[in-house]
């Protein structure tokens, strides 16, 4: 706990006002105020130190105290309270000498309620900061202003004589707060407070406050102090003492104090550190490490300071004095910033290569001078493609004289063409007293000995001035140095062609721009420079660029693949898995500078495992599956220049990591930030208020967290955003609703939706508004430029984030279902209403509050969401009977009279067509926008109850999609958040509550990962876990089977005779349970099917049995159409022809009310699946192509890709048996498009299968799989 002292004074004060017209400040000074400060020096912690003036008007008689200092201090020891103390009596005769304290307004500073008054706007105008004006006039709320953030502290302390008179030193203080204010603003750095002690002051600045920061804030500030230090001393008369700290690190930067007294000021340990420098360190300039570091100044500038013990301070670190600017006497050395590593070989850096090698050509047979500059951004490559030329030049014995230039660089006339001179002479290595012998060999013979004295100056030699050299005036020695230059080059170009390679070229000074474009006109050299965009260049050097000779190549960012493939060598492994590739692609955006410190900062974090790809066999925990899911889904990366024996590893992301919620490394944070506070100040709001909702975003939940604002300022503000690529439209044309085009942000990560907005009628409905999130329109955006979501986000206090993610919560809440084309409801079925018994339970929090309405979360009123789609038979009870009676009339007995019943909906203008043609399924933008956002706000509020429940229905939802791994890694999250289970099952004690449902469906979900995972023996673990959770218990013996199986068949059957009772809250129970035990169920017939034991059969057999009677108690016609057609899959399996064919002919009677519902709809698509395989197997091909093509007409418009994946399969074996090979090419097409934008690999390997079988046996047909395209053409007729 931080200790705190207390000073008390009392007395007269004088205030003085300092500053000009723009900015001034109110002083206070006096004896009093010395007192005040000498009094809290003297304190101890949680001590109280009163001035003797002080002590002498208090009542005595009151305290005791101890005296510290004869008429200086006393120190306060306890209070002397003889009767009972009232305070309120005691603070009414205190108010007797406050005449202007407010006892009744609730506003106690008076100032809050005067009149409007222009001047005196005006006037308290100037005692605000700048930054924080402009957030003022923008209108943004209080608590929005606050930030932390990196920032670089200067304390000023100016010490003057004991004889100096105040007015005097008033006139001084004024002097230096002009000029310390002007020397920092360049810098981006402010003045923000004046204290005041006893015959002196402190100025206390801050560079990188919110809309300041700049790239080189650590050198302009040690410039800037540097500079104040020397005018202090210099201009300042009675001065006895000037003392300069500068601290870099991050502080509180934002509102304090209560409501009636705001103060925006900095606070932090960096700023404790500060001010104990000054008195640790008086008379100097000088810095912590960090600023040292950040700086990036030379070595030479500073000289380290012995460490001092300082108040309160425990470790302060290294301590440098700053001595100034000081050109070094000396040129530069060859350097590049970058070595090539021959491991990690260029990538996507062809078309940049392509631009030397034309350049290298052309100047070698035409004998020109060229010129390549490479432009690009920090971090985008530009010092590794150097490096390569580099090699490629020494490997074809081309001499390369290779230079990094700097900022400092910049200032200094001539210095780059110095540097590459001497390097070329081979003096920049050589000891000094060997140089100018090492410069004589080099020349002689090429320059005349009269002329070596014009190198002097230049290379720090000293040879003998000539008669004709000392006649010379300073521009013709500068003419015949250039000419002698001239002369050098021309004559080594002769032997071996010459290249230049400069790193920085932008920091290269005027002189030297004009003798390069005079050199590449006169001698034939190949010059290779990179350029940084952001750096105005000089006249010189835009000629330079204007030049016929030179090319301008700008550096593209790396593809996505590029940039994992890059992402996997820095890691040492051959995969990575999908959530680091996330991780990655959303803060890289294709710079490879962000992945290789990224990937750095997750090492040093140690949030990554490691696993050996050839030890990773199959486990029977789930803990352990991290590792067999990346086998699953391998990115298929080897290492460059790999062994056949070498170990390959992959790697993956610890169980208790949120990947959302990693902290960017400080030097990528510094340079989005920089980023950042080029916005304005209302744009600066909305990216991070952007930031906290995600990647994604809508801008009606926006909106929501930008209180105030209306659609128009909104727009306008995008508009802005958008324009300048840091924000861009999720959506096909990239234009605002507000008629406007936009220029369409040039980084696009996330593939554009295709979808086209559609109107909706019932606009006011909740499941309306929640599928105009879901849809793929203008209304959603999502970050353009790397890095500054992250670093917006991680400016926020503490607290604030929390309460955004809290609103976030909020409006993301009624949203968390299934699309309106769904139906709406649970992924998991009837979620909300079997988990509603724990309302009861003490401790609820108050965001995911129980509700007796029957909705169960977060505040969700019960007729605002639709019942979840299994429950479509009930809200098909209220419709006519006649409609009904209707379809229930058309039973169908054959498989022709099912087609011809597909054929006749699919044709004819009904509800049920328009339901399948016009409203697609969106409930992967549900999954995107609500679900997955959802989870992580909960995670960051501490919802961990609500972040469960969420987390179920993003992995329920996840599957329903075909995205396993998704799903795998949600419900992995939610085994992090239960916490490590315990090796004895009455000892197992989840962190967080959840019902014994919940706990059922997350064995559930689980045991269907595990089996698309191919880990079975686990699958059957979970699935019967689940079972038995869910009171329906699945025996393990076979005396078992044969005992469950009688009370199946009998009692079970006698049972489900009766009628069902009306839906009500506990039936809609009942139903999520038995929604649960018939997936568990037919899961577990999958896996016992899979092997060929005859125990194994029975407890197939008997898990059919269980999934029908489970279906039929469920009284849902789908879902007792798709047990039907599972248990004719089954039959089919075992031989049992029969039983196979009697199953198919239930599930088609059933079908008939399947149309009325999107489920039922996915039920006639399974079945038409299955038909047409039973058609394949039984030879009649014509008709299985048939039930093909419907079938894949309503998976289509479902979007249902693995089922899709399963008919089209049916649908080529079909078409190639009656050798129509070109519908088969048709097929693979379809099949080749879903599988490019999913991770099927069972989908891919029945791909290939088919590519060869049609490259076998389609006579005439090629195919030809070339990677990301697939490409068919025939030339037969067939």
């Known amino acids: ?12 004060i004088s205030q003085v006002i300092v500053g000009d017209e723009e900015r001034q400040y109110l002083l206070v000074i006096g004896r009093d105020v010395d007192d005040v400060q000498l009094a809290q020096r003297l304190a101890q912690a949680n001590e109280i130190v009163l001035s003797w003036n002080c002590w002498k008007l208090c009542e005595q008689y009151m305290f005791e105290v101890e005296i510290m200092k004869e008429d200086e201090a006393v120190k306060l020891r306890d209070m002397r309270i003889i009767d009972p103390f009232d305070f309120d009596e005691h603070f009414d005769k205190c108010l007797d000498y406050l005449p202007h304290y407010r006892t009744s307004a609730d506003t106690l500073r008076t100032a809050l309620e005067l009149d409007p008054d222009f001047a005196l706007e005006q006037t308290l105008r100037k005692h605000i900061m700048k930054n924080l004006l402009k957030k003022i006039d923008e209108g943004q709320p209080m608590e929005y202003i606050s930030e932390f953030r990196t920032v670089t502290m200067v304390l000023v302390s100016l010490e003057f004589h004991k004889t100096a008179w105040m007015l005097h ?151 440098y004095e700053y001595l100034g600017h000081r050109r070094c006497i000396m040129f530069g050395k060859r350097h590049l910033a970058r070595e090539r590593n021959k491991n990690h070989p260029l990538l996507d850096r062809e078309k940049e290569l392509e631009a030397f090698q034309m350049a290298w050509q052309e100047c070698l047979h035409q004998k020109k001078g060229q010129a390549v500059l490479y432009e690009g951004g920090k971090g985008c490559g530009k010092s590794q493609l150097l490096a390569e030329i580099n090699f490629l030049a020494h490997k074809e014995q081309h001499r390369v004289l290779p230079l990094k230039l700097k900022e400092t660089d910049f200032k200094q006339c001539f210095y780059a063409i110095q540097t590459l001179m001497a390097i070329f002479f081979e003096i920049d290595t050589c000891p000094a007293y060997y140089r100018q012998e090492c410069l004589h060999k080099q020349l002689h013979g090429m320059v005349e000995e009269t002329l070596h004295c014009l190198f002097n100056d230049l290379f720090f030699v000293k040879f003998p001035l000539s008669f004709e050299v000392s006649h010379m005036d300073d521009l013709t020695r500068q003419k015949k140095v250039k000419a002698c230059f001239f002369q050098v080059l021309q004559e080594a170009v002769r032997e071996t062609p010459l290249i230049f390679l400069i790193d920085e070229a932008q920091y290269m000074d005027t002189a030297s721009w004009e003798f390069l474009e005079t050199l590449l006109s006169t001698v034939p050299i190949i010059m290779v420079m990179t350029l940084t965009p952001t750096f105005t260049l000089c006249g010189c050097a835009q000629h330079f660029l204007q030049s016929s000779q030179a090319v301008l190549v700008p550096i593209l960012k790396l593809a996505a693949t590029s940039l994992l493939r890059m992402a996997c060598w820095e890691l040492g492994v051959v995969s990575i898995p999908q959530e680091l590739q996330i991780y990655l692609l959303h803060r890289c955006f294709g710079n490879p500078l962000y992945c290789e410190v990224l990937c750095q900062d997750l090492l040093s974090k140690d949030i990554l495992l490691f696993h050996d790809l050839q030890k990773v066999e199959e486990n029977s925990k789930w803990e352990n599956l991290s590792a067999n899911a990346m086998k699953s889904t391998m990115y298929g990366i080897f290492p460059a220049g790999s062994e056949e024996d070498h170990e390959l590893y992959i790697c993956t992301v610890k169980d208790d990591v949120n990947l959302d919620t990693v902290l960017l490394p400080p030097l990528l944070k510094e340079i989005a930030v920089n980023q950042l506070d080029q916005l304005s100040p209302a744009e600066q709001l909305l990216v991070k208020c952007a930031a906290v909702i995600g990647h994604s975003f809508h801008i009606d939940l926006l909106q929501h967290l930008l209180p105030g604002w209306n659609k128009n300022k909104l727009l306008q503000v995008l508009r802005a955003l958008v324009d300048i690529h840091v924000l861009c439209w999720i959506n096909k044309s990239q234009e605002l609703p507000a008629d406007s085009i936009i220029v369409p942000s040039s980084i696009k990560i996330i593939e554009q939706i295709k979808e086209e907005k559609k109107k909706k009628s019932d606009a006011d409905s909740p499941l309306s508004l929640q599928e105009e999130l879901s849809l793929p329109q203008t209304e959603v955006l999502e970050f353009g430029v790397p890095l500054i979501r992250e670093a917006a986000w991680e400016l926020w206090p503490k607290a604030q984030q929390i309460a955004l993610h809290l609103e976030c919560a909020y409006f993301l809440q009624d949203l968390a279902c299934r699309c309106g084309s769904c139906h709406g409801g649970d992924f998991v079925p009837f979620h909300r209403f079997a988990i509603c018994s724990t309302k009861s339970c003490n401790g609820t929090s108050r965001f995911c509050s129980y509700k007796d309405t029957g909705s169960v979360l977060t505040q969700v009123i019960t007729d605002k969401l639709q019942l979840p789609s299994p429950q479509d038979s009930f809200q098909f009870q209220t419709k006519s009977f006649r409609s009904q009676e209707a379809f229930t009339s058309e039973h169908c007995r054959t498989e022709e009279e099912f087609l011809d019943q597909v054929n006749r909906k699919l044709s004819q203008d009904s509800p049920e067509k328009d339901m399948l043609t016009t409203k697609p399924c969106h409930c992967e933008d549900i999954l995107k926008l609500v679900l997955s956002p959802l989870t992580h706000h909960c995670l960051v509020i501490g919802e961990t109850t609500c972040a469960f429940y969420y987390l179920l229905e993003a992995a329920a939802a996840s599957l329903d999609l075909s995205d396993n791994y998704m799903a795998f890694l949600y419900l992995k999250k939610a085994s992090s958040l239960l916490g490590q289970p315990s090796a004895f099952s009455f000892l197992k004690k989840h962190k967080v509550k959840i019902c014994q449902f919940e706990e059922a469906t997350f064995c559930c979900l689980r045991s269907e990962v595990c089996f698309n995972m191919g880990q079975i023996t686990l699958a059957k673990k979970l699935a019967r876990q689940a079972l038995r959770l869910l009171k329906r218990n699945f025996p393990w013996t076979w005396f078992g089977v044969l005992f469950q199986t009688f009370l199946e068949k009998y009692w079970r059957s006698c049972s489900l005779s009766q009628p069902p009772n009306n839906p009500s809250e506990n039936s809609k129970k009942k139903l999520a349970v038995l929604q649960q035990q018939v997936h568990c169920l037919s899961l577990l017939w999958q896996l016992y099917n899979l092997e060929t034991t005859a125990s194994s059969h029975r407890f197939a057999c008997l898990a059919t049995l269980m999934q029908k009677n489970s279906a039929e108690e469920f009284a849902n016609e789908a879902q007792v159409v798709c047990t039907y057609v599972a248990l004719s899959q089954f039959s089919q399996n075992t031989g049992d022809r029969d039983k196979w064919l009697h199953c198919e002919q239930m599930a088609i009677q059933k079908s008939s009310l399947c149309w009325f519902s999107r489920e039922g709809l996915l039920a006639t698509a399974q079945l038409m699946q299955a038909l047409a395989y039973t058609k394949l197997c039984l030879g009649h091909l014509d008709f299985s192509i048939k039930l093909g093509f419907q079938a894949h007409e309503i998976c289509r418009h479902l979007k249902k890709p693995a089922l899709e994946n399963l008919v089209l399969s049916v649908l080529f074996r079909s078409a190639f048996l009656k050798k129509k090979f070109d519908l088969c090419v048709h097929v693979l097409e379809r099949q080749w498009v879903l599988i490019s934008h999913g991770h099927d690999v069972l989908g891919l390997a029945c791909f290939y299968s088919a590519c060869l079988d049609l490259l076998l046996y389609g006579e005439g047909v090629v195919c030809s799989p070339i990677p990301h395209t697939f490409y068919t053409s025939s030339y037969a007729d067939n």
């Open 1 to 12: 706990m931080q200790s705190t002292v207390f000073g008390l004074s009392a007395g007269r």
């Open 169 to 319: 030193l008033c006139h001084l203080i004024q002097e230096a707060a002009l000029y310390i204010s002007t020397v920092i603003e360049k810098g981006g750095g402010q003045l923000s407070r004046i204290f005041m002690f006893e015959k002196g002051c402190m100025f206390l600045c801050v560079f990188g406050l919110p809309g300041d920061k700049k790239p080189d804030e650590c050198a302009y500030a040690l410039e800037s102090s540097f500079s104040i230090f020397s005018f202090c001393w210099e201009n300042l008369a009675e001065t006895k003492l000037v003392s300069i700290s500068i601290t870099n690190g991050p502080v509180f930067c934002g509102m304090i104090g209560a409501v009636a007294r705001h103060e925006y000021t900095v606070i932090g340990p960096k700023v404790s550190l500060v001010a104990r420098m000054i008195t640790a360190y008086p008379g100097l300039v000088s810095c912590d490490e960090v600023t040292y570091l950040r700086s990036m100044l030379p070595a030479y500038n500073f000289k380290k300071l012995p460490q001092k013990m300082m108040k309160n301070i425990s470790n302060p670190g290294k301590m």
